[in-house]
């Protein structure tokens, strides 16, 4: 099991964990924004400087999902997405420094940033030839079973229980950081697509005992469906851990879908250029412009602490928006 690390915390010690991150990302106080935007108090949470490649959040799941496929003895990653999908470049940089073919099952056209950043690290890409996303997903199970135990497939967005212990462990990594400033937030933020990051947020903080709400801003799907997909995904992420199920009633969402997935509305895109003029943070289009103007438009400062935005990264899709022309 060489390159493989035992965790050291919490229920997730015993699970086979591939080390990516650079260590825990900063958890910093938006001053200027506050003043530029009259919002606050602010924390970020700074997943976008997680110190492995761009990969941002995707990186925290794919800890344990790499792990595991080395641990299966697998020789070949199978995921996908569409051209768009920071976890597929994410994928592609972690597979190759695991010592792992990485398969990529993409919709779409094929010319973006990310997936050249795919290919650049290795990556095979598979187009699925056709447009529709959900098309991803048979694809790659049919592939793994194909090829058997030596591929390791999981669905778009490394949206497993298995990966949504990634971002467990990252609510461990921010209560410790709370902790140390003694500071309590009375909300958190952020985006969610395929619902793995949230659904371990919120197995975290119950692990943890960290009882703070959560709002999740959704870019891709409808309330109905992403929620209950969400709740899916603590149950089996809790189970794994054998901790309790998350309390649904700590889960808020809302819909953020507005233009269409991938294009922010001009009042997100006003918002993202306040973070990059006030604090230079590079907001994406998909995720981080529509998390942060929920931040902005939706939250009422909460009394009992300040609130806690978590970017997620999506460095490569926020440059190539700012290569179409200014917002
Ligand atoms: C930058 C960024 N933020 C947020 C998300 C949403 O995470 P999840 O798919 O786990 O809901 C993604 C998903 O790809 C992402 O790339």
């Known amino acids: 099991m060489s390159g493989l690390v035992r965790t050291t915390a919490l229920p997730w010690a015993e699970l086979a964990r591939f080390p990516l991150a650079a260590g825990p990302t900063p958890l910093v106080r938006a001053h200027r924004l506050e003043a530029a935007l009259g919002i606050g108090p602010l924390l970020v949470k700074r997943d976008d400087l997680i110190g492995f490649g761009v990969a941002g959040n995707k990186t925290r799941p794919l800890e344990f999902l790499v792990g595991a496929a080395v641990q299966q003895g697998a020789r070949v990653f199978v995921t996908g997405g569409g051209p768009g999908s920071n976890f597929c470049a994410a994928a592609a940089m972690a597979a190759r420094a695991a010592g792992l073919a990485c398969e990529l099952h993409v919709w779409g056209d094929p010319r973006s940033a990310n997936l050249a950043l795919a290919t650049a690290a290795g990556a095979t890409l598979v187009p699925t030839g056709g447009s529709v996303r959900e098309?991803?997903?048979?694809?790659?199970?049919?592939?793994?079973?194909?090829?058997?135990?030596?591929?390791?497939?999981?669905?778009?967005?490394?949206?497993?229980?298995?990966?949504?212990?990634?971002?467990?462990?990252?609510?461990?990594?921010?209560?410790?950081?709370?902790?140390?400033?003694?500071?309590?937030?009375?909300?958190?933020?952020?985006?969610?697509?395929?619902?793995?990051?949230?659904?371990?947020?919120?197995?975290?903080?119950?692990?943890?005992?960290?009882?703070?709400?959560?709002?999740?801003?959704?870019?891709?799907?409808?309330?109905?469906?992403?929620?209950?997909?969400?709740?899916?995904?603590?149950?089996?992420?809790?189970?794994?851990?054998?901790?309790?199920?998350?309390?649904?009633?700590?889960?808020?969402?809302?819909?953020?879908?507005?233009?269409?997935?991938?294009?922010?509305?001009?009042?997100?895109?006003?918002?993202?250029?306040?973070?990059?003029?006030?604090?230079?943070?590079?907001?994406?289009?998909?995720?981080?412009?529509?998390?942060?103007?929920?931040?902005?438009?939706?939250?009422?400062?909460?009394?009992?602490?300040?609130?806690?935005?978590?970017?997620?990264?999506?460095?490569?899709?926020?440059?190539?928006?700012?290569?179409?022309?200014?917002?």
């Open 135 to 327: 098309e991803v997903d048979e694809q790659v199970m049919a592939r793994v079973a194909q090829l058997g135990a030596s591929a390791y497939g999981v669905p778009r967005g490394g949206s497993t229980a298995l990966g949504a212990v990634g971002f467990a462990a990252g609510a461990a990594e921010v209560a410790a950081q709370l902790a140390a400033a003694d500071v309590r937030p009375g909300l958190i933020v952020l985006p969610v697509g395929s619902g793995g990051s949230v659904a371990g947020l919120l197995t975290g903080l119950a692990a943890v005992g960290l009882d703070v709400p959560v709002l999740g801003v959704s870019v891709s799907r409808p309330l109905d469906e992403i929620r209950a997909k969400v709740l899916e995904l603590a149950a089996g992420c809790a189970a794994l851990l054998g901790c309790a199920a998350p309390d649904p009633g700590a889960l808020t969402l809302v819909d953020a879908r507005g233009p269409g997935f991938g294009t922010a509305s001009e009042r997100e895109r006003a918002h993202a250029r306040e973070a990059l003029w006030a604090e230079g943070l590079l907001l994406d289009e998909t995720y981080g412009a529509e998390a942060f103007s929920a931040v902005v438009d939706l939250v009422d400062p909460p009394a009992d602490g300040p609130v806690l935005w978590w970017h997620t990264g999506g460095l490569l899709p926020a440059v190539g928006s700012l290569l179409k022309g200014p917002a």
